[in-house]
């Protein structure tokens, strides 16, 4: 593990709770956690145990949640739908279970998207695009839409997309959950890869032991509390 920089995650006592009917489902009860940048964190969980719910939290994906959370020394709990805007498109980058690309761009306009979005110029956005593509071994595929390209191949555009505009965490749920085993394996350790290179952070939800042991830190939720 590289050397570990500022806190870019802080979290302090989160809770989100639901109600079914007259019934409160508590899915967050408290969750304290701290992520510095060069950290790649793995949050464990079992389906349904609020895995989701903590990666909508911390990448301001909805409201309803109570305690605090700061990313990159922020407090967010009471910012503007406008202020957690300007915080996902400067500091955050997601990845699914599913890539979510656009179906009717290539992999490399894919990628270029957020970043005109950013303001980037249009060809600064293309040489980033070529660069985290090819680093992903899409050298030959930047002309290609979604559906001419593989399962592993379209989460590796994902991959590029996320880390687009170097945010300082990437937030990724699942996001080997679709693959087979062996192109997992690879994709995770591609985006490992990418992540450190670039000095960012992240947070992997997942429910697979064996992928979690690779990463720096395992957290586990269990009951809506962290440990």
Do not use: W
């Not at 990437?170 to 490992?192: F, H, K, Q, S």
């Amino acid at each position: 593990m590289n050397d570990l920089g500022n806190k870019v995650v802080e979290l302090r006592d989160v809770k989100r709770s639901f109600k079914q009917g007259d019934v409160q489902i508590d899915v967050l009860r408290g969750v304290d956690l701290d992520i510095r940048s060069n950290e790649i964190v793995a949050l464990l969980g079992p389906s349904g145990s609020g895995k989701s719910t903590l990666l909508q939290a911390v990448g301001l994906l909805e409201g309803g949640f109570d305690g605090s959370i700061k990313l990159d020394g922020e407090e967010t709990a009471q910012m503007s739908a406008s202020g957690h805007t300007r915080i996902r498109r400067e500091l955050l980058g997601f990845v699914y279970q599913f890539h979510h690309l656009l179906p009717d761009f290539s992999a490399e306009e894919n990628v270029v998207m957020p970043q005109l979005i950013a303001g980037t110029s249009q060809k600064d956005a293309e040489e980033r695009a070529e660069s985290l593509l090819c680093s992903l071994g899409l050298g030959e595929r930047l002309d290609h839409k979604p559906s001419k390209l593989s399962g592993g191949e379209q989460q590796r555009v994902a991959v590029a997309r996320a880390l687009a505009n170097a945010p300082k965490l990437v937030l990724a749920d699942e996001p080997t959950g679709n693959l087979d085993e062996t192109t997992a394996d690879i994709v995770l350790a591609e985006l490992m890869a990418l992540v450190r290179e670039e000095g960012s952070a992240a947070l992997i939800a997942t429910h697979n032991e064996r992928l979690a042991a690779k990463m720096d830190r395992v957290v586990r939720l269990h009951d809506g509390i962290l440990s």
